[in-house]
């Protein structure tokens, strides 16, 4: 991990998303966070490669150019409160926790949140609360938030995630089935204001809470 500084995937990376994402706090961010910490073990060679990887549980981690363009589309200047739903491994929460004043993020497989927990701990992230639950329902308690980060594709928004998102909030999920887009939700008052990105692929948002079997 202490090489990181002179791996050239990791270089290689950062010089390919320079020209792609235009907001210079996130490529900081991408820059900061030791993406080796956040991934298994048999994996963390290809940890800078720009593409996803799998991270145990039928799960993926998206590639870093989806993480920044997210994280860019989210507008995040510092001082806000985000909400991140699919923690996974807590990769995207900690780049988010780097963006923003605080996180939290939910999952709804407890071996994945703890695992996220260690990760989160080794690369010294103080700033993100998990959850385990089921994140279609969001997390009451702590909204409302000004962004909400979605990492799993869902048919629609979730409802309870646009009653959860502040005046002016902004939120980022992919939807669709077989194709999928990015979408990104304004709140202005009552009106939600909605425009249809990126195509991506992501794994699904299951629905319910886990009953953590695996
Ligand atoms: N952001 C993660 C990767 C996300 S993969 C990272 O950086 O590592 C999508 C994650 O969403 C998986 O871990 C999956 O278990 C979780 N998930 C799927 N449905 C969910 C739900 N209803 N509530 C909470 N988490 C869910």
Redesign the pocket.
């Known amino acids: 991990m202490s090489e990181s500084g002179t791996n050239p995937q990791r270089e290689a990376l950062l010089g390919e998303l320079a020209g792609r994402v235009g907001d210079e706090r996130v490529l900081e961010a991408i820059a900061a966070v030791p993406r080796e910490a ?2 298994p073990e048999d994996v963390r060679g290809e940890a800078w490669g720009n593409h996803p990887l799998p ?1 145990g ?1 039928g ?4 590639q870093p150019l989806i ?1 920044a363009r997210m994280c860019e589309l989210l507008e995040l200047r510092g001082d806000e409160r985000v909400l ?12 988010l926790a780097r963006l923003a004043a605080e996180v939290v ?5 407890a071996t ?1 949140s703890s695992h ?1 927990r260690d990760a989160l701990a080794a690369a010294g992230v103080a700033n993100v609360t998990l959850v385990v ?4 329902e969001g997390h009451p308690p702590r909204a409302p938030y000004d962004a909400v ?1 979605v ?2 594709a869902a048919p629609d928004v979730p409802p309870a995630l646009t009653e959860q998102l502040a005046d002016g909030g902004r939120l980022i999920i992919p939807t669709g089935g077989r194709r999928q887009w990015l979408v990104r939700v304004r709140r202005r008052g009552d009106t939600l204001e909605r425009s249809r990105l990126d195509e991506v692929r ?9 009953n953590d079997a695996t």
């Open positions: 956040f991934v991270i549980h799960q993926t981690i998206s993480v991140d739903v699919g923690t996974g491994r807590g990769y995207h929460a900690a780049v993020s939910i999952e709804r497989d994945l996220a639950g089921d994140g279609w980060n990492a799993a992501f794994v699904p948002l299951v629905a319910g809470a886990s």
